[in-house]
Each structure stands twice: as C-alpha cells, then as structure tokens.
C-alpha cells in the first residue's frame, strides 16, 4: 500500500513539472497575444487619437490586460521622474524590471527598441516603430505557439513517463 | 502704472521645465533676480542663461548639450512630441502651466512642410507672470461713457503684453461680462484637465489649442459673449474673425508685435484693422530701465 502511495507520490511530482512547463508556454503565448493588442492600443491612441504619453500610461496600467498592466504600473510610478532621466530609460528599465511579462531576450531588446521612438517623434515616424515592433512580436508569438503546440504535450507526457520510468525502477 | 501687485511670480514653476541638473544652479539666484527673469535660454555648446529686461547672463557654468535640449523638449512636450506637433511645426511647445518654449536648430521637412526637429540646437522658455491688478490703472482709460471699448495691445515680442491681456480678462470677466478668451496657445489661461491654472476671472469661457480665428467664431456661436480676447493677431484670419465678431457688436481685447502706431500703420494687415476702425483704444508697452510703462491712445478715423 505504501509502495502505491509513493508511486503515486513520485509520478504526480514529475507530472506536474511536465505540465507546468506545458502551462509556461501557454502563459507565454497568452502575455505575447497580449502584448500584440496593447501595442495596436498604443498605435491608435497615439498615432490617431494624439493621447499624450503619460495619460496613455495611466490608461494602460488601470486597463491593459494583466500582467501587461503590472509593467504599465511600474512605468507610471516612474513618469515622475522624467527631466531627470530619459523616458527611454525609464522605458527600458521597467522592461527589466517586469519579469512577470515573461520575455525573452530578443522579445525584450525588441520593446526596449521601441522606447527610443516613443514620445520622441511625430505619429508617423511612432506609427512606423509599432508597426516593426508588432511584426517582431508576432514572428515571436508564431514561434511561441509552435514551442507549445510540438514541445507542450511532449514535455507534459515526459514528466510522466519520467515519473512511471523512476518508480519501476524503484520497484 | 508702475505699482505692480501683487506678482504671482511662476519663476519656480518654470524652473521645473529645465534639465534636472540645471534646476539647482537656476534655483541659487537671488529672488530679486527671479522677480524679474523673463527666460531661460539655452544653446548648444554655450552656456545656459536668464533673460531679464536689462540683458542676458549665464547662471550656470559649463555648455549645454544636445542631452539637456533633448530633455527640454522631452519636459515642455510630456513626452508627446505628436501631441504637440502643429505648435512645433510653428516652432514652439506650450508646456504644462502655460509656458511658452521655443525651439531653434535643424527643422525636419515632409511634404514640404516642417514637421519638426531632426536636430535641437536652441531652447528659450519664457517665464510667464501674472500681475493681479495690472490693468486697474488702464482700465477707466479704456473706457468711454463708462463702457470699454475695443483694444489693441501693442509690444514687441516678450514687452509683456500677454501679462496686460490676462489682467484685463481677469479684471472685466471679475466686473460681470462675459469673457470669451480665444487661447490656442493655452499662454493666457493654461487651461489644464478644463480648469484654468491662471487666474482669468469667474465669467471666463475658453477655447484652447485651437487655431485663433476659428476659436474666435466658434466662441461667438457657442459662448454669446461679450467680450472676446485674442492674444497676438497674426494672420489675415485673425483679424478677419476679429472684423466679424466686432460686427456682432462684441469688444475685442487683442494684442500684436509693434512698437507703436505708427509701426502698426506700415503694416498692410494691421492697416486694414486700424481704416475698419475695429479698435478704439492702443495701449502701448514700453520697457525702461525703470519697467514698463502703459501708454494709451484714443484711436479715432483720423489716425486711420
């Protein structure tokens, strides 16, 4: 009866790994969707509504689907710094600070990319950088998806199987 | 007219607008030097300074960079650059408060209009005053048979015309009339989330950030004023909108660059105002080494 138990015990424990990396992906593709539509959010409020900046952050961190709100959160807080560092800097800055977005490095240095046009120009030239930057986003949430749909199911059968494997030879 | 009281002086207000690292050395100046301050300017590779009416002078050492400019603009535009762009294509931001910064160095070009900097190379932000009483020693001579009459405000650019303007505003809308204020700079009353950040008196209606003659008509239509202010005709627009409001029996309060009469009448636009007789009053401003001085001429069809 013991032996069952800690058969049990020891394949639920690999199981979960092996799903929890299946939910990460997941998450990855939900934060990636997520980050696509706040940009067209940010391209239409800027480049066709002329929302200034710091109003438009507001907005987002009450408003942007979470966890994307935290990181607006976290910009705005900073705003009140702005005339003593750039908003580039702030900008990048509260990307490095927000690991619950989940980023990778390119997906990353492709929103800091973004903070240098952001504010600076006028909405064409802004229009231009959400229009890149959507496209880089989107070639990564294509990946993304694939990552989860081959890798996903692969790695939540391996916690399994890694689970049944130990307690055989356990047994 | 020399008894100015009392000052709101929004010299700290205007400090805000500087780079961080310039903000401490401006704030070391001597109050009496900041009573009296007019601008901020700053040009690349020189030394940042302050203009009062007797010159300018650096207050901080070292040069300005192309950084501090790129945070000036950064500051005075919220980090909004296309929230601000038909006032930069002019070449000037209005910043928060109502402060007017203008923009020198390499203008960008796109379908042959200016559409705004690709290089920074100047910065003078101007320090707006209010003097609350101002225009109570003008005001009975802009008057005949106890009613005001239509007045142009003469100076030349940073004579301090803007100031009389708003004190007149504030002191006729404070008398009971209806003032309509066509402020698409947002200088004279810095409007900020609908309220005004100056004070421009309780029966105040304004219109901000939209071009002046347009603001002029939309004033009429909507607002049944009795008094419109625009501050600095500068289009044949303007004084085509001022021309149809006059007709609708409102006073005008307006203000223009010039020296004098005599200026204004060399001036094909301002002469057309002067021959319709649209103003009945010129106030001009003189600054002297004592201040200013306010010197009012009746204007009647002779002089036109």
Redesign the interface.
Known sequence: MLSLIGAVLVIGATATFGLASLWRMGARVRILSALIATLETMKSE??DR?????ELVDKLSEEAPPPVDMFFCKLRQAMGE???R??YFLWKAALLASPELELRDPEREALIALGQS???????E?RDAFTYTQRRLESYLRHAEEERAKQGKVHAALGITVGVFVVIILL | MSKQIPLINRYDEAVELLPYNLRAPARLIDEADKATAEEFRLRMGQAPTIVQSEGERPFASGQVTVKELTAVLEIASAVSAHAVRDSMKRGYITAKGGFRVGLGGQTAIRDGEVSGFTHLGSAAIRITKEILGLSDGLLPQLKAQGALQSTLILSPPGGGKTTVLRDLIRRCSHDGHRVAVADERGELAALRDGAPQMDVGPRTDILTGCPKAEAVLMLLRAMNPEIIAMDEITAPADTGALEHAANCGVILLATAHGQGLEDLKRKPMYRRLLRKGLFRRLVTVKKGPGGRSYIVTEMGEQLC
């Open positions: 800027i480049c002329m929302t200034p900046v710091p702005i005339g003593i750039s908003f952001l504010g600076r120009y006028d909405a064409a802004q």
